[in-house]
Every structure is written in structure tokens, then in C-alpha cells.
């Protein structure tokens, strides 16, 4: 495994939930990263943010790693879980809070159901 | 370098023929997207096996740092 591989694989088995994103939680710097670090960040899940822009082996590592060619991506306990997309889907359905109480991952129950009446 | 809604359809109706495709361009700028594709392939799979299909139809032409397609908000179906 090369060492972009072998780094992905160390940290998403390392942290619960972790976000490939561009920029960071505090600053991300692409609209779709910026929405779902936004998501977590208001669900209060405590999550690892790592900056592919920050890094370009990483950057490329993780879409092969996943074989997904887009960023953010969002792993839970090791597992793919989705883009933007999905997860948007993922939180307007409910689906996210379901994976979160199967694995184990501490969230504000109630910030979820807000975003949902949000955007109801 | 942009790309037309319909060179994207053609590249999704190469690998899925008898798909249900709507591509709406979202900003004018040939590089923002919306793509629904609804396909009996996609029966059984969840949403991550459904749209890694559809990414890989198009072929690399969404890797960020020298794709032509920056963003393509995805939606797979299955038909009703």
C-alpha cells in the first residue's frame, strides 16, 4: 500500500467519524466540504477534519481509497458513508442519525430534528 | 475547460442505456450540474454503489484537480 493509503486507512480506523474536506471545520473553503463539516458541526459530532488541500498524495489517496472522485467525504467507523449528496440525503431522511446511534456516536438529537423542520 | 449537459448525458447513456436522464445546469458556467438518473440497475444497491456507478461512467471527467466537472449534484433512482 502506498503511503497515502496507508496513512487513510490508520486515521479513518483511528477516529470515529472523520471528514476529508477542503480547508477545515472552522474554515472550510468549498461550499459542499462547508455544508457537511456545517452539518456535523451543529449536530455537534465530534469529528477528525483533515484538509486535502493541505496535502495533494492525500488529496488523490483518498479518491482512490474509496474510489469516490469527489471531496468531502465522510467516514464513520472506518466506512464510506458518502459526498455531499448522500449525506445531505442521508440528514434530511433521518438515515444519519440511524448510523450515528448504530455506531455509537454521540450527537444532538434535537439540532437534527431542527434541520429537518428547516428544511422541511 | 467546461463541458455541455449533453456530452454528459451521452457519457451516463454509454454505460446505462435504458436509463431515465436529467442533467440541469445550475449555473450557466458549464461546470455546475444537477444529474437524476433513474435505472433499473440500480435495484438492490444503496445510494454509495448506485452513484460510484454513475461516477465511474463519467469517466474521470469529475476528478477535482484536472476534471473538467467541478460539481455534479447527484440523484440515482430506482424507476417506480
Redesign the interface.
Known amino acids: 500500500m502506498s503511503d497515502a493509503t496507508t496513512q487513510i486507512d490508520e486515521t479513518v480506523k483511528a477516529n470515529d467519524v472523520v471528514l476529508y474536506m477542503k480547508g477545515t471545520k472552522e474554515m472550510p473553503q468549498c461550499g459542499?466540504s462547508s455544508r457537511v463539516a456545517g452539518v456535523l458541526n451543529y449536530m455537534g459530532v465530534e469529528y477528525a477534519d483533515i484538509n486535502v488541500l493541505a496535502d495533494?498524495n492525500i488529496?488523490?489517496g483518498i479518491?482512490d481509497y474509496s474510489?469516490?472522485?469527489?471531496?468531502p467525504q465522510l467516514y464513520v467507523k472506518g466506512e464510506?458513508?458518502?459526498?455531499c449528496?448522500?449525506i445531505t440525503?442521508m440528514t434530511l431522511s433521518g438515515e444519519l442519525d440511524t448510523l450515528f446511534d448504530d455506531n455509537g456516536v454521540v450527537y444532538d438529537k434535537e439540532a437534527a430534528h431542527k434541520i429537518r423542520e428547516a428544511n422541511g | 475547460m467546461a463541458m455541455q449537459a449533453h456530452e454528459i448525458e451521452a457519457l451516463i447513456r454509454e454505460t446505462f442505456p435504458d436509463a431515465q436522464i436529467t442533467i440541469t445546469d445550475l449555473a450557466g458556467d458549464g461546470n455546475h450540474y444537477a444529474a437524476e438518473v433513474i435505472d433499473e440497475s440500480f435495484r438492490g444497491k444503496n445510494?454509495?454503489q448506485q452513484?460510484?456507478a454513475v461516477?465511474a461512467a463519467?469517466k474521470?471527467k469529475?476528478?477535482?484537480?484536472h476534471?473538467e466537472l467541478h460539481?455534479?449534484?447527484?440523484?440515482t433512482k430506482v424507476p417506480q
Open positions: 459542499f495533494e488529496r488523490q479518491k474510489d469516490w472522485p469527489t471531496i464510506f458513508v458518502g459526498g449528496d448522500i440525503e | 445510494r454509495v452513484q460510484r461516477y463519467l474521470g469529475m476528478d477535482g484537480s476534471g460539481a455534479l449534484a447527484l440523484t
